[in-house]
């Protein structure tokens, strides 16, 4: 079984094979590279149960070599990371090897500096080690704990997201987990696609592509995330972390015989995100949602009217939506908030996040800042909980069937017909 997301343009490929294993057909290659060992091109390192596979390749028609992991048990090969993608060889003579200084290195024929782990700690007796998840690590021989790795691949992704790779920051040490495109099918090298977790007081994850930005998931501050169709499934389950060390999110998989990956790619292929017309990024315009069934699928929000009839009625939603009443703050019985249900969050570009407060709070907090123009109480089953209100326009707004959530936007309550 394949699930998919779609949409033209494609940005990003979500893939779940559902594939068994079969564990007779594993070669007896080794998962390991010693200090003592030499590692030329033509080699291959295989995980110890046969499901990844790394060595040496050429994508395509393409003259250069690349030193890459893929799927060993899948036909047609999809390589999901490469330790040299900006830098690569001109032949097949050449190796990799752990270097004096504890590094795995890739050395061209002449044996030159390549590529390197560049590793900030070394050991005395270092292996490099395939494992079963697809990440290549750099340990000592005698410490297995995950906490104790020297480097590890999954700290550097290239275009795909493996199950149990983290997308986000790691804060205290420095480290960037984004996924980059590969600049075509026969060059691996960063493209100028990208998905980025954004530090706001509520991180999300975008798109871009150069420094326009395409696609936007909401705050995962939610159970939805803004992301649709991200439900509870027997696949896989989505996880959130933000805390004081890092902030990112990552999917496990419930069924280890599932073979899933999660690709940032740069051109049309097979099915992506954006899912639908709804999730490109502001198609609407401010203070307006975007209804995939609705006609016209983009609707100025209850309280406000397009800022130029004329391009709205032509069908050039960008300039969004103004108040259309007189609303003045802090009027007795005119201002007001309209509750919303089954939205996704606006851009949290300019917005506040309190955990600690309740949802009168959060809408008396709103009330008494005449900058604010939207309210919610976030609530993820006791994940996460708290007050996120919005200044300014609200941006990038839609409406999702069934994984939407309450926002209580700001307006004139005559003008709107619509009681507190």
């Known amino acids: 079984m394949v699930i998919l997301l779609t949409m033209p343009h494609v940005f990003v490929i979500i893939i779940i094979i559902n594939v068994l294993i079969v564990l007779s057909h594993i070669s007896y290659a080794t998962d390991t590279i010693t200090k003592s060992a030499s590692f030329p091109d033509g080699s291959t390192l295989v995980s110890k149960d046969g499901t990844f596979e790394m060595g040496f390749f050429r994508p395509g ?32 003579s050449s190796k990799l090897i752990i270097s004096q200084d504890g590094n795995l290195v890739l050395l061209n024929h002449n044996d030159s500096l390549v590529w390197s782990t560049n590793a900030s700690r070394n050991s005395s007796s270092p292996v490099v080690q395939l494992l079963n998840n697809g990440n290549l690590v750099l340990r000592d021989e005698k410490d297995k704990n995950e906490e104790s790795f020297l480097w590890q691949g999954f700290d550097h992704p290239c ?9 986000g920051w790691n804060r205290k040490l420095g480290l960037v987990w984004n996924m980059t495109a590969w600049r075509n099918e026969e060059d691996p090298s960063s493209g100028d696609v990208i998905q980025i977790m954004v530090l706001t007081s509520n991180p999300e994850s975008v798109i871009l592509k150069g420094s326009t930005k395409i696609h936007r998931t909401g705050p995962w501050n939610a159970p939805s995330s803004g992301v649709v169709g991200l439900k509870p499934n027997p696949l896989y389950d989505f996880v959130f972390v933000n805390n004081e060390d890092e902030v990112y999110y990552r999917y496990t998989l419930k069924n280890s015989s599932v073979i899933s990956i999660v690709i940032v790619n740069q051109t049309l292929c097979l099915q992506t995100t954006p899912l639908d017309a709804c999730d490109y990024y502001n198609v609407c315009g401010a203070n307006a949602q975007c209804i995939i069934d609705g006609s016209p699928m983009c609707q100025c929000l209850l309280g406000f009217k397009p800022k130029s009839p004329e391009q709205w009625n032509s069908m050039d939603w960008t300039q969004g939506c103004v108040r259309s009443g007189n609303w003045s703050c802090g009027i007795k019985n005119q201002d007001g908030f309209q509750k919303f249900v089954g939205m996704k969050f606006p851009n949290t570009t300019n917005s506040w996040i309190n955990r600690n407060t309740t949802l009168n709070d959060c809408k008396t907090k709103c009330f008494q800042n005449c900058s604010c123009t939207a309210y919610t109480y976030l609530d993820a089953n006791g994940a996460v909980s708290g007050c996120s209100i919005w200044f300014g326009d609200l941006i990038d707004l839609r409406i999702l069937q069934s994984s939407g959530q309450d926002l209580y936007v700001r307006m004139d309550i005559d003008s709107s017909n619509f009681g507190k």
Do not use: E, F
Request: charged share 25%; hydrophobic share 35%.
């Open 61 to 92: 028609k393409s003259l250069n070599r690349y030193v890459g992991i893929w799927y060993k048990n899948i036909p047609v090969r999809r390589v999901v990371w490469v330790a040299n993608r900006n830098n690569p060889t001109k032949d097949d």
């Open 159 to 167: 275009d795909t997201l493996l199950a149990g790779m983290k997308c």
